[in-house]
């Protein structure tokens, strides 16, 4: 069975909708051990997004910063924040909901009171890019019980349960927005600068992974030096600019290999490998098998 993936455009935008304009929100219940080598990539979309961990735990990094979630605690990641999550090396698996959704469910619409009082100075300032949720912090976890409420709805869809999800989320948003007024969060501007380079080196090379393609490119198309770009890569990214596109490349290679009728060698060369056999190799590195082999396990 194909395991899960995250699809990004050209700009690092996941392309997949959470949701649709009449009702923007999705929640699910995921393992990191459903997606292709057990984590899910960094990447970043315009809905905000809330996790439970159910069972397990997981190293969640927002930007800069990582997270330990263990079972029961949870995390706010904000609009356009890159993110992504591996299980803990303590932890075979993490199983998790993430509630994904749109803040216009919360202030209805655009230049509202509502927007501008409590979502705007939630989602804009930079330095609000994510909050911790523990179930020992009495408010805290109020808003996991609210996202455990949330997802049961989702899964039982009664009558009104659209209503009912929309009113839970709105309490939601007044904990989330108390908790940040609370808090001694100060602004990190040196923080943001990276985060918009790392999101300009990430952009380059997922427009350009097809060509051959040099550390000092990369850290040209974000304006730094190449120690530069290599260090907040790993800062924000934890690989390489190298590493990170070798692993896209595989990643985009994926479905290509799925097509009955497409050479291997071709699509080696449709992703940017100089080689079929340097192909192999990379792909075994991180694929566990070779690409022959992973043909025939999705093979239908």
């Known amino acids: 069975m194909m395991r899960k993936s995250i699809a990004t455009n050209n700009q690092g935008f996941e392309e997949r909708h959470h949701g649709d304009y009449r ?24 809905e905000v997004e809330f996790t439970v961990v159910l069972e397990g735990s ?24 890159l993110h992504s999550a591996r299980a803990h090396e303590d932890s075979r698996d993490c199983t998790y909901i993430a509630v994904i959704f749109n803040p216009v ?18 989602t804009e300032p930079p330095h609000l890019a994510s909050m911790h949720l523990s ?22 869809r009664g009558i009104c349960y659209e209503l009912i999800i929309k009113s839970k989320l709105c309490e939601l948003w007044a904990l989330l927005f108390q908790g940040f007024q609370g808090s001694s969060l100060r602004s990190q501007s040196s923080a943001t600068r990276s985060v918009l380079r790392v999101k300009q080196a990430l952009q380059f090379i997922q427009n350009h992974y097809q060509n051959k393609l040099t550390l000092e490119e990369i850290a040209a198309a974000c304006n730094l030096s190449k120690s530069e770009c290599s260090r907040f ?14 692993h896209y490349r ?29 192909y192999a190799e990379i792909f075994r590195r991180y694929m566990k098998c070779s690409p022959t082999e992973y043909r025939k396990q999705h093979k239908k």
């Open 23 to 46: 009702f923007p929100f999705e929640v699910s219940r995921d393992s990191l051990s459903e997606y292709e080598q057990g984590f899910f990539e960094c990447h970043w979309h315009p």
């Open 58 to 81: 997981m190293l969640y990094q927002v930007n800069d910063t990582v997270y330990e979630l263990s079972e029961g605690s949870g995390l706010f990641a904000n609009a356009n924040s």
């Open 105 to 122: 469910l919360v202030f209805g619409h655009e230049r509202s009171a509502i927007e501008e009082k409590y979502v705007r100075t939630v």
């Open 135 to 156: 179930p020992e912090i009495g408010w805290q976890r109020q808003m996991i019980q609210l996202l455990m409420e949330i997802h049961q709805q989702d899964e039982q």
């Open 233 to 246: 890569f790993k800062k924000m990214v934890r690989q390489s600019p190298f590493e990170y596109l070798l």
């Open 250 to 278: 595989i990643q985009k290679s994926l479905p290509l290999l799925l097509d009955p009728d497409s050479n291997i060698t071709e699509v080696s060369e449709q992703v940017g490998f100089s080689s079929v056999s340097y």
